[in-house]
């Protein structure tokens, strides 16, 4: 749950050296064209037509480009109507108001188009490959499309659409896309077994109907979501001022590829924690969902004027990674690509939005459609709460070490008995629902000696007094958590990181210095490792029975819900979706076991086994494009799975984040020390700058009765809408009626007969 906020700056500077980098590289005009680099940037329904499926062939001769549309297929529901066309194009009209969406724009539109050469020719094209010809010295990338690979296209009919068959004749190879339309929404599948690779081209990136839903930027109310921090949107821009695209890496690098360029903290949060995109306009969205081989895949959305005249956002599918091969011992080497391919199915689902409001259409309706999802095809469920009685989340944390002459020392912040103490004092003072969490109590300290966490530290009072806190926490109502890191693994305590840890793309182990903390700089670095993914597995399931004997109601996951990676261990490696795999088993037996399961930041894939998400990023987005933060996963989880924001003492900006926060609708949070936690100065936690409990008391309960009275009775209620009523003041509508209007600015906010304060909230609607 802690987080090393010098770790999350590093990561934010690299971001933006990249993003700049981008913007100077990504493109360049020649000879009046565009000519782009390396681009790296519900339940089920039946089709209304039923009956025996066939196949409709199209010429096997290499087509050379595309001609004006002509249906093959035709399918529908009683909201969609899919037409495939002979060279793979699609269209989909949405009944409810005959909005037509389009794979690619069609003759009319391109009339006035400008652009000339390949980015002409991928504005007719179905997809878009990035490819290597092994023939080629280096790893240059070869881009192409429908015309440039000499495709043939073969269609055959299913019952809800078709097999999309791409043979590219001059590469000799092929891949197939399946369009199904489904009651509501249209699904594109692209198996993994499908694809054949020429004898000399090797995939590298693929796109699916780049161009679905593009639009100019001269069409009202234009804007792209994407999914960076807790959602974005970049507004259509009708000047195509915008130097580059953004490009957003679902769950964020990998720390098992190894690169020449630094890209900060190899375990820094991702920004991208949802695989969700969308494009909006006029009175109508399209909204995507990867369902399937996300772990692999990027977001890209590209503004009009930079390629194109048109605005586009879509999935870019990753099957090689691209890393530095080291070929001597003093750096030198080259970049090459994976020699195997990511065998992995791909699945994209589309709504179609429409309504003349604009909470319809933005993101609020994109997260609504995407709550749909989570519970029709993940399982989540409404939670189930107390009325009226907020919960609070109150973590403590124990110690962690320092050097010394001696090697190193514990620095003991709070006890057990201690936190014992703090528990009965903050129910005195009227708060009886806590959910607390215990950082810092593993044997020597915080996460100091992982994989080997148990007994817990004796400095801290050893098990017994383990034991009296978590009946005393239990005993008011409450509920314990042992906060822990089953992906982390450091130097020493028999730990053999050789042999079981996680090694890069060369083979390497993967490491991080952490460097002697204060000024014992002679002191030999602690180097951090991760655990392959197999044996974090192993590891939990060593300790769940004594977790168990503790009587704790279940475990803080650390790392989880944060970072995902690949193991090129030789003898069993894994790809990133087998580490998601592996770590969402860890969730279920921890539930399973124990009851409950807390993550922090909240990667997509916990969402459906986690209780509750601590830190989730609320803050605005500081991408340099996609820079107008909007709360899309807040309103789509929301009623479903609790969550809380960064802890209420260690804010940076202490009143907009606690107003930010009841905005989206968090519980309060707080990370507490019994002693100040200025000893922690020489340690690795030293950025826990002030959370002495004896300091925050009052606080505490005065912010707790504030949320509380707000959001007390609104837990289990979903989020209908978000809007801003003015410059400085924003409005959240819950199912129930109520709503909660928080104001940033610096005078009182009137409606009708409600007032709030300047930097305040308040609750209005029924029973407000």
Do not use: C
Request: without cysteine; aromatic residues 12%; proline residues 5%.
């Amino acid at each position: 749950m802690v987080k090393a906020k010098w770790l999350r700056l590093i990561a934010l500077s690299a971001a933006l050296i990249t993003v700049g980098a981008l913007g100077v590289a990504g493109f360049r005009y020649v000879k009046g064209e565009l000519e782009s680099s390396p681009i790296t940037a519900g339940k089920d329904g039946q089709t209304a037509a039923a009956g025996t499926a066939k196949t409709v062939q199209t010429s096997k001769a290499p087509a050379v480009k595309t001609g004006p549309f002509t249906a093959e297929v035709v399918k529908e529901t009683s909201r969609l109507k899919l037409e495939i066309g002979k060279d793979g194009r699609i269209t989909i009209m949405d009944k409810r108001n005959n909005h037509v969406w389009r794979s690619n724009p069609d003759e009319q539109s391109l009339a006035t188009e400008t652009v000339k050469g390949v980015w002409r020719k991928n504005l007719d094209s179905a997809f878009y490959l990035e490819y290597v010809d092994t023939r080629q010295a280096g790893s240059k990338l070869k881009y192409g499309n429908f015309t440039d690979l000499k495709t043939a296209v073969s269609v055959k009919e299913t019952e809800e659409g078709a097999e999309i068959t791409f043979d590219l004749k001059s590469i000799e190879s092929s891949f197939v896309f399946i369009v199904s339309l489904k009651d509501g929404f249209l699904q594109v599948d692209i198996p993994s077994e499908r694809i054949k690779e020429g004898p000399n081209a090797r995939f590298v990136y693929l796109w699916a109907f780049p161009f679905l839903g593009a639009a100019r930027s001269d069409m009202p109310n234009g804007h792209m979501f994407v999914p960076s921090g807790m959602g974005a949107t970049i507004n259509f821009d009708p000047n195509g001022k915008y130097p580059f695209r953004y490009t957003g890496e679902i769950y964020g690098m990998d720390l098992a590829v190894s690169t020449q360029s630094f890209r900060g903290s190899p375990d820094a949060p991702s920004d991208v924690l949802l695989p969700v995109f969308g494009i909006s306009y006029g009175q109508n969205a399209l909204f995507g969902i990867i369902t399937e081989g996300e772990t692999n895949a990027n977001i890209n959305a590209t503004p009009g004027g930079l390629y194109t005249s048109y605005n586009w956002i879509a999935p870019q599918f990753q099957y090689r990674n691209e890393y530095y091969r080291q070929t001597s011992s003093f750096g030198e080497g080259f970049n090459v690509y994976d020699e195997k391919r990511l065998e992995q199915d791909r699945q994209v689902r589309y709504y179609f939005l429409q309504g003349d409001k604009p909470e319809q259409i933005n993101y609020v309706g994109m997260a609504q459609a995407y709550r749909s999802y989570l519970m029709e095809s993940k399982g989540l469920k409404r939670l189930e709460t107390k009325p009226d009685r907020l919960p609070l989340e109150i973590a403590f944390f124990g110690g962690d070490r320092e050097p010394s002459m001696f090697g190193s020392k514990l620095v003991t912040t709070t006890t057990f008995d201690q936190a014992a103490k703090i528990v009965e004092e903050l129910k005195a003072s009227g708060i009886t629902d806590m959910d607390v969490v215990f950082e810092g109590w593993s044997n020597g300290g915080y996460m100091r000696y992982l994989p080997d966490r148990l007994p817990p530290e004796e400095a801290l009072g050893g098990e017994n007094a383990l034991k009296r806190l978590i009946e005393t926490v239990k005993g008011n109502g409450s509920r314990f958590y042992l906060d822990d890191n089953f992906v982390i693994a450091y130097s020493g305590k028999g730990f053999v990181a050789r042999e079981e840890a996680v090694r890069d793309s060369n083979s390497r182990v993967v490491e991080d210095e952490m460097g002697p903390s204060g000024g014992f700089s002679f002191r030999k670095a602690t180097q951090k490792y991760w655990l392959q993914p197999d044996l974090s597995l192993k590891e939990l399931e060593k300790s769940l029975p004594t977790y168990k004997e503790f009587g704790v109601d279940g475990i803080h996951h650390n790392s989880i819900g944060e970072v995902l990676f690949s193991d090129h261990t030789p003898k069993d490696p894994h790809t990133r979706g087998d580490t998601s795999a592996l770590f969402e088993e860890i969730l279920n037996k921890t539930k399973s076991e124990l009851g409950k399961v807390r993550v922090s930041h909240g990667n997509s894939f916990v969402l459906d086994k986690a209780d509750h998400i601590s830190d989730l990023p609320l803050s605005p987005s500081y991408d340099l494009l996609a820079n107008k933060s909007v709360p899309f996963y807040p309103i789509a989880i929301h009623g479903l799975v609790s969550y809380s924001a960064k802890p209420g003492n260690l804010r940076d900006e202490f009143n907009n984040e606690l107003l930010r926060s009841v905005e989206y609708g968090a519980l309060p949070s707080y990370l507490l020390t019994f002693e100040d936690p200025g000893i922690l100065k020489d340690t690795f936690t030293r950025y826990i700058f002030s959370s002495q409990y004896s300091e925050w008391t009052e606080t505490i309960v005065k912010e707790y009765n504030r949320i509380s009275s707000v959001l007390g009775g609104l837990q289990d209620q979903m989020i209908v809408n978000h809007r801003s009523l003015s410059k400085d003041v924003f409005e959240t509508t819950y199912e129930n009626g109520q709503r909660v209007i928080v104001n940033y600015g610096d005078t009182p906010y009137r409606e009708g007969g409600v007032e709030v304060k300047p930097n305040d909230f308040a609750l209005t609607g029924k029973g407000g």
